[in-house]
């Protein structure tokens, strides 16, 4: 009975021993990092962040085993809150949020995604050897603000710095580094319009005894818009690429097929509204953009283009342009 009796008491002891055991921050390697928003898509709804944590790299940080329980890291962001957890950028429809990590360490305090200080606690044991050697992550997630996202790309985020805290009196009591600059070296991914563009134009057909030189049966063509453009770039360009490549690029006119069953001789020529040449094969700025939504392209036209009546031989008449978009 006195021999059982001291082997739980033994055990008991052992145990309240080991629970005490914990760890201090040693030391942490200075670097300033920039802000990388690749991979990382706006999301479609005001309040809805992009889902994946990213960080722009790492902080090197020395763990150091001890009998304190106390060390925790609290983030300073200088940086407007704008909402739940979420600081401004450059852009008034884009906030970030943040959330403290350190590879291989469990956080004890619940509050690592929770502003103004994104606290990380050092509540229990993070190594089971003297010094453990890992990295402080400051991940960031971007957040919708906005249903209309203005123009101008993310020049800038909120700059933070890291204050680690030792205040079971092993260590340094205060450790604080830089951890991000203002600046963005990668904008988030874009998300391409729409084209709401006709799959087809067809033209009147032309009989030989009216054709002459220059551009015949003259056709309106349908609307083009663009839909759901995104926001948080400069600009938006548009070409109309020519796919068979181009007759006389300055007159706006286009080859055509050629073949068995095709015409010769005749061309498409692609008009301004005001019956000018069109610019294809060159991109043009979309007039009037003003941040996430949709748009109409200017109003435009087709119709056959002769150069040269003698060498007109009938047939069908074929072209094809494709609208390319760019962003910026």
């Known amino acids: 009975m006195n021999k059982k009796l001291l082997l739980l008491l033994m055990l008991v002891a052992i ?20 802000y990388t928003f690749k991979n990382l898509v706006i999301p479609e709804n005001v309040g809805q962040s992009n889902g994946a944590w990213k960080d722009g ?7 150091q085993s001890s009998e304190g329980r106390g060390s925790y890291i609290d983030l300073n962001v200088a940086g407007t809150l704008v909402g739940d957890n979420t600081y401004a950028t450059s852009n008034p429809g884009i906030g970030i949020k943040y959330k403290t990590t ?6 004890t305090g619940g509050q690592t995604e929770t502003a103004p200080n994104f606290r990380f606690v050092m509540g229990n044991d993070a190594t089971s050897s003297d010094v453990l050697r890992t990295y402080l992550h400051v991940q960031y997630q971007i957040v919708r603000l906005l249903d209309k996202i203005p123009p101008g790309q993310i020049t800038y985020a909120p700059e933070v710095s890291a204050t680690l805290y030792n205040p079971d009196g092993e260590g340094d009591s205060v450790i604080t580094t830089s951890v991000y600059s203002t600046s963005v070296s990668v904008q988030p991914t874009i998300t391409a319009c729409g084209i709401d563009a006709p799959a087809e134009i067809k033209l009147s057909p032309l009989y030989g005894n009216n054709v002459q030189s ?16 995104p926001g948080a770039i400069n600009g938006i360009k548009y070409n109309f690429a020519a796919v068979y490549g181009t007759h006389l690029a300055s007159k706006g ?10 015409a010769e001789g005749v061309y498409i020529q692609v008009q301004n509204a005001d019956g000018t040449a069109h610019r294809v094969n060159g991109a043009i700025a979309v007039s009037g953009y003003n941040g996430s939504g949709d748009y ?3 109003d435009f036209k087709v119709a056959y283009y002769v150069d040269d009546v003698n060498s007109v031989r009938p047939g069908n008449v074929k072209s094809a342009i494709e609208i390319k978009l760019s962003y910026n």
């Open 15 to 34: 145990q309240a021993i080991q629970s005490a055991r914990a760890d201090y921050f040693a030391s942490i390697v200075p670097q300033t990092l920039s």
């Open 102 to 107: 350190i590879s291989s360490v469990t956080d």
């Open 296 to 298: 109409t392209l200017p």
């Open 57 to 63: 790299g790492s902080l090197l940080i020395q763990i």
């Open 253 to 262: 006119v286009l080859n055509t097929v050629t073949g068995d069953g095709y």
């Open 214 to 229: 220059g551009p015949l049966n003259v056709s309106p063509a349908q609307t083009i818009k663009l839909t759901n453009c």
